[in-house]
């Protein structure tokens, strides 16, 4: 009920809808993507989203989970870069389901078939706080290859397994 009214609120204004109005012009004149379009009415609106069952649902925080941008990205190979956007999307998801609790299992990526590298989440993070840029690079022995954009290393009571 709480939302709607907000959503109300929101509608009926008449500066959101001129400023709704300003950028759909602006983005039909200037050509900009629909991806543009939408990242400026999110910035507008603001409505945080709704974390179901998870320990911090007061957050109105969201960390992106592609953080993987500009020069930063040239390290990273396409298909890996793809592969941390989703293996941070999965934990997201875990978080937003509520199925952290008590989650004892290490969820990985393997990188390729022909090497033996794979994705884990920094020791230390909690789900909704993993970001692509954060997962750690481990060998198949848990030693870590290429540390994430955070100080946190991996969980040294786990082995990895490659189930096929």
């Known amino acids: 009920m709480e939302r709607r009214k907000r959503v109300e609120a929101i509608m009926g204004s008449k500066l959101f809808r001129e400023e709704l109005e300003r950028i759909v012009d602006s983005a039909r004149d200037g050509g900009a993507g629909a991806s543009g379009i939408l990242q400026q009415l999110s910035d507008i609106v603001g409505v945080p989203v709704a974390r179901v069952g998870s320990v911090f649902k007061s957050s109105n925080c969201m960390v992106p989970i592609n953080d993987i941008r500009g020069v930063e990205s040239m390290g990273y190979a396409k298909g890996e870069k793809i592969l941390r956007c989703k293996l941070a ?76």
Not at 99 to 119: N, S
């Open 89 to 164: 999307a999965t934990f997201r998801l875990l978080d937003l389901y509520g199925w952290t609790q008590g989650l004892g299992a290490q969820i990985t990526a393997r990188l390729k078939v022909d090497q033996e590298y794979f994705l884990v989440n920094p020791y230390g993070l909690l789900y909704h706080e993993i970001t692509a840029s954060a997962l750690n690079k481990v060998d198949m022995q848990g030693q870590i290859v290429e540390q994430g954009t955070t100080n946190f290393g991996g969980n040294k009571s786990r082995k990895l397994k490659c189930l096929k």
